[in-house]
């Protein structure tokens, strides 16, 4: 992907921020660290937990464990940034860091909506077929399933970078933003970015309901299996091992679709919405997968005992 000439007279973009107020910055900085800081912790854990604790060594945890890797890749793509330009009178990133970063949000943000995808599938099989759950959720599977979203997510990644590397861009270099995301480029373009903003659509639509579908679809067969079970107790127990991922689902695509379907006007609903997409929520999923999960609390206390027992 080479640069145009015209494009070499843009070196760097300048980013808005959240703020201008120095006040707001640093209470924003200690904010931001302290997400970055619970995002590394939690996620961390719950990869060591998980490679710790072999009662844990079952499909599902094996993809939560890549869901955990992909929230420290995500939240790392944009908070060390974002915490830098908080101290930083000048805010600005090069062109090329710029869409590097676009390329790895996507990439990111892509495979965890695939990966997200195929843990419904999971709780489908665990719910639905509980006793060939075992033959169907194999590990070549659970791999291959793994490898096809890190598959799709970067070539989807680069089919949308390639969009920002072939605009052109004259005099206005402002990003109303706090972050490189690729709608906030496109009214910085002094080409024409109507179809560049159709590719965009289409590509996240695709992207989009081509992982949501398949967790509809599955959630509508577990609620089925669920309605037939005749007790009370199997019920709840049948949707406890699912309401996890339905808080996380529910977190990630809201948010996700409304950041990418909304105009990029840089207002504060549009800044909302991008940080709980990309900041909160990589904090929040080893939350919810362990406070709302017994598996998870006893392996914690299994290892933590086993930690403390070998000091």
Request: charged share 10%; aromatic share 10%; net charge neutral.
């Amino acid at each position: 992907m080479a640069w145009k000439k015209h494009n070499s007279s843009i070196t760097e973009f300048l980013l808005t921020g959240l703020s201008d107020d120095p006040h707001i910055e640093a209470l924003l900085f200690v904010l931001f660290l302290a997400i970055y800081l619970l995002t590394m912790t939690g996620n961390l854990l719950l990869l060591l937990v998980i490679k710790a604790d072999s009662h844990l060594h079952t499909p599902m945890y094996f993809f939560l464990s890549n869901l955990s890797f992909l929230d420290l890749c995500f939240s790392s793509v944009s908070l060390p940034k974002l915490l830098e330009d908080l101290l930083s009178d000048k805010k600005t990133i090069s062109v090329k860091g710029c869409l590097a970063q676009i390329f790895f949000v996507f990439f990111s943000s892509g495979t965890e909506a695939c990966l997200l995808s195929m843990m419904a599938y999971d709780r489908y099989a665990a719910i639905c077929h509980p006793l060939l759950y075992g033959q169907i959720m194999s590990t070549e599977l659970c791999v291959g399933m793994v490898l096809v979203s890190w598959g799709v997510a970067s070539l989807n990644a680069l089919i949308i970078v390639n969009l920002g590397v072939n605009l052109d861009f004259c005099e206005a270099r402002t990003i109303h933003h706090y972050t490189c995301e690729l709608p906030a480029l496109f009214p910085l373009s002094c080409s024409d970015t109507s179809i560049a903003v159709n590719i965009l659509l289409g590509a996240s639509l695709m992207h989009g309901l081509g992982t949501i579908i398949p967790i509809f679809f599955s959630y509508a067969r577990i609620v089925s299996t669920i309605l037939r079970i005749s007790t009370t107790t199997g019920r709840s127990k049948a949707f406890s091992t699912c309401s996890s991922h339905l808080i996380a689902v529910s977190l990630f695509f809201g948010s996700g679709f409304l950041c990418y379907l909304m105009p990029p006007s840089g207002g504060s609903l549009n800044l909302l919405l991008s940080l709980q997409y990309s900041v909160v929520t990589p904090m929040l999923n080893p939350l919810i997968y362990s406070l709302k999960n017994k598996e998870v609390k006893a392996a914690v206390n299994r290892t933590m005992r086993k930690y403390l027992c070998f000091s």
